[in-house]
């Protein structure tokens, strides 16, 4: 079974529409702040049409992030570690 393309029915490509809500997400600006940095590099975009693409688009660019994360943690054989640790036991302290 095919999966939908999720940009299918958008004028703007996927890759302005990625940047578009990276940069929101990624970095603290505002909408506006994106639309003026697109505007800058040519890209016509309002302000409207980012959020509507961070409301839309936003999970589903977390959700293959933090796949990634996942998966490359896992390849790697990382793990947490303790290498110091101070434990109270009958009101003193106890360096481990």
Same mark, same amino acid.
């Given at each position: ?5 999720? =940009? ?18 990624? =970095? ?5 702040? &994106?639309?003026?940095? *697109? ?5 016509? &975009?309002?302000?409207?049409? &980012?959020?509507? $693409? $961070?409301h839309r688009f936003g999970p589903m =660019? ?15 054989? $990382?793990? $947490?570690? *303790?290498?110091?640790? =101070? ?8 360096? *481990?």
């Amino acid at each position: 079974m095919t999966r939908r393309c999720p =940009f299918k029915y958008f004028k703007t490509s996927r890759e302005i529409i990625r940047l578009a809500v990276m940069m929101y997400v990624r =970095f603290p600006l505002s909408l506006r702040n &994106v639309e003026d940095l *697109l505007h800058e590099r040519g890209i016509d &975009v309002s302000h409207e049409a &980012v959020r509507f $693409w $961070w409301h839309r688009f936003g999970p589903m =660019f977390a959700a293959e992030i933090r796949k990634r994360r996942i998966e490359g943690m896992r390849s790697s054989q $990382w793990r $947490w570690h *303790l290498d110091e640790m =101070f434990v109270k036991i009958n009101g003193e302290r106890h360096y *481990l």
